[in-house]
């Protein structure tokens, strides 16, 4: 028996088109209704039959559902599930794909109080967005992370948890807190540095950009794909799990200090030490089928 029998889509960008185009191939008997804020978008949602059914207004999107899943920004929660609460059905669910759950939740609380809300957030994306960057296998052997609130009806969080392992994920369930402080270092910290490193190369004086674009070894040309990511999802991201960010900031300027130590007074036994226990690391992400172990990452050239 399936979780759900309708959903809605309120935000048709990667992820939004990715859960239409998962559900539609995964739960064909699902009926999938979408909206976006912006015409647009709306207008190629329709163009490429993304959903069943593409509403004008997030009010008429979720009339009949069952699941609402957010797929905006993180600081645009509240105000996105404002413009649906007068016309959410009483036992509808529901959740979003943020990769910030302490904040997301209180948005949502504050703008739906008393309704079932069962944040989740699918371990998944590409640097590109839009309503064409979709794709049905984004999630696919990745992580979903449910995060309930305390108190959570266990039910409801059954029904989000199958939702997300109809459509290919391994799922696991976290305390909110827990999930952002995690998060801050296995994907928001990363996304800081790549956007800073990126940043940095830019701003040489004494390198020319077409040089830097030239040259471009594996290590920058990886933090480049990072850095492309979609500059309003990723500042809304840094603002809103702003304390965890911080924490993970503080803890990798340290180690930096560190590092610059150990390569001014010529350290080569605490640079070994890292990069042997860095490359372990690396090795249990291919282990655990996180990553491609193929020579340059699988690219095909």
Same mark, same amino acid.
Not at 40 to 53: F, K, P, S, T
Not at 76 to 93: C, Q, R, W, Y
């Given at each position: 028996m399936l979780p759900f029998s309708r959903v809605t889509i309120i935000g048709l960008g990667l992820i939004g088109s990715s859960l239409a185009r998962s559900i539609r191939q995964y739960m064909p008997t699902v009926r999938v209704t %979408?909206?976006?804020?912006? +015409?647009?978008?709306?207008?190629? %949602?329709? $163009?490429?039959? =993304?959903? /069943?059914?593409?509403? /004008? *207004? $997030? %009010? $008429?999107?979720? *009339? /009949?559902?069952?699941? !609402? !899943? =957010?797929? !905006? +920004?993180?600081?645009?929660? %509240?105000?996105?599930?404002?413009?649906?609460?007068?016309? =959410? +059905?009483? /036992?509808?669910?529901v959740s979003d794909v943020g990769s910030c759950k302490v904040d997301v939740l209180a948005q949502l609380s504050a703008a739906l109080p008393g309704r079932a809300i069962i944040p989740a957030h699918p371990v998944a994306g590409t640097e590109n967005s839009g309503p064409e960057a979709g794709f049905a296998t984004l999630f696919q052997g990745r992580w979903c992370i449910v995060t309930p609130p305390a108190g959570a009806d266990p039910a409801a969080v059954e029904r989000v948890a199958e939702f997300w392992r109809r459509v290919g994920a391994d799922v696991e369930t976290m305390e909110p807190a827990h999930h952002d402080l995690v998060l801050a270092v296995t994907s928001h910290l990363p996304h800081l540095i790549a956007y800073t490193i990126v940043g940095t190369a830019s701003d040489l004086e004494d390198v020319t950009q077409s040089e830097v674009i030239k040259y471009s070894a594996g290590g920058f040309r990886d933090f480049t794909r990072i850095a492309a990511s979609d500059p309003t999802m990723w500042r809304d991201v840094f603002l809103a799990n702003k304390d965890a960010v911080l924490e993970m900031l503080q803890r990798f300027s340290e180690d930096l200090s560190a590092l610059q130590r150990a390569i001014r007074w010529d350290d080569g036994d605490a640079l070994f030490n890292l990069f042997t226990r860095t490359r372990a690391i690396r090795r249990s992400i291919i282990e655990q089928g996180q990553d491609d172990p193929k020579p340059d990452f699988g690219r095909k050239h």
């Open positions: %979408g909206h976006d804020a912006d +015409p647009q978008v709306r207008e190629i %949602g329709r $163009a490429i039959d =993304l959903c /069943d059914d593409i509403a /004008d *207004t $997030a %009010g $008429a999107a979720v *009339t /009949d559902a069952d699941l !609402v !899943v =957010l797929c !905006v +920004p993180v600081r645009a929660m %509240g105000v996105a599930a404002a413009d649906f609460a007068d016309d =959410l +059905p009483a /036992d509808a669910i």
